[in-house]
């Protein structure tokens, strides 16, 4: 039997995507919490935490009433000492939690099929070294935010950067990652977001069709990330 990985799913249309069969073929033994059909958010995740994406302002308590058990469950992984990862809304709640700020995005909505930039830090990060080395220095990754990063937790050593937002990785301590992107989103994933969105129906195809046209290229990417967290999990 693998580790047991606690995840946090927000919603149905943001799942585990890729990470799913990636984490599985890993050893990693999965349990998702699914608050939004009112399953408990557990005080502790002894052995791994995945805090997934979704559409909820990472401050709107009132409209999710179980961010502040999501974030206090981020808050004393990263003290314990957890292998943790935030993806997105996940990463946005972490930074919440363990002192950090998070806001309305000046730059307006990021979406579709985006450039990350590894920072110098990244060589040595027991997840970003993991990444294929591209020829320019940058990756492509699915993003779909309206909300940043804006100040990193205390101590927080920044990993990757990006055009629209400069905040789109970090660290804190050696086990707890932020990513403020979406290494897990499938094509299918993806598309569920843009439809009956705010985004022009053309405009809707044309990122589907570049996500789509990307997906060996992500998973060829970011599939590296998901085994080295698993490897983090096993080793825990």
Same mark, same amino acid.
């Given at each position: ?8 799913? =927000? ?5 585990? $995507? ?9 050893? %990693?033994e999965?349990? +998702?919490v *699914? ?11 002894p ?25 206090d469950?981020?808050?004393r992984? +990263? ?7 935030? %993806? ?11 002192g950090?700020?998070?806001? *309305?995005g000046?730059a307006?909505?990021?979406?579709g099929? $985006?450039e ?5 830090? !990244?060589? !040595? ?10 020829p ?6 699915? &993003?779909?935010?309206?909300? !940043?990063?804006? !100040?990193?937790?205390?101590?927080? +050593? ?9 905040? &789109?990785?970090?660290?804190?301590g ?7 992107? =979406?290494?897990?989103?499938t ?15 053309e405009?809707?195809v044309?990122?589907n ?6 997906e ?5 990417t ?15």
């Open positions: 039997m693998g580790e047991r990985l606690i995840v946090i799913e =927000h919603e149905a249309d943001a799942g585990l $995507g890729f990470f799913a069969g990636w984490l599985e073929a890993a050893g %990693v999965a349990e +998702v *699914r608050p939004y059909k009112g399953e408990p958010v557990p005080g502790r995740a052995a791994g935490l995945l805090v997934l994406g979704g559409a909820a302002a990472a401050w709107d308590d009132e409209g999710y009433g179980w961010l502040p058990a999501t974030r469950l981020l808050a992984a +990263v003290d314990e000492g957890v292998p943790t990862l935030g %993806v997105c809304l996940g990463a946005q709640l972490m930074t919440m939690a363990c950090g700020t998070v806001e *309305r000046a307006g909505l990021e979406i099929l $985006g990350i930039e590894p920072l110098p830090g !990244a060589a !040595a990060d027991p997840l970003l070294s993991a990444l294929p080395a591209p320019d220095g940058r990756v492509r990754a699915v &993003q779909y935010h309206y909300d !940043a990063m804006t !100040a990193l937790p205390e101590g927080a +050593v920044r990993l990757a950067t990006g055009t629209m937002y400069a905040n &789109q990785a970090y660290r804190l050696d086990r707890a990652w932020a990513v403020q992107f =979406h290494p897990e989103a094509p299918e994933i993806f598309a569920s977001w843009t439809v009956g969105g705010d985004l022009p129906p405009r809707a044309e990122l069709a570049q996500v789509e046209a990307a060996d290229e992500l998973r060829r970011w599939r590296p990330l998901a085994e080295a967290f698993a490897a983090l999990l096993a080793r825990s």
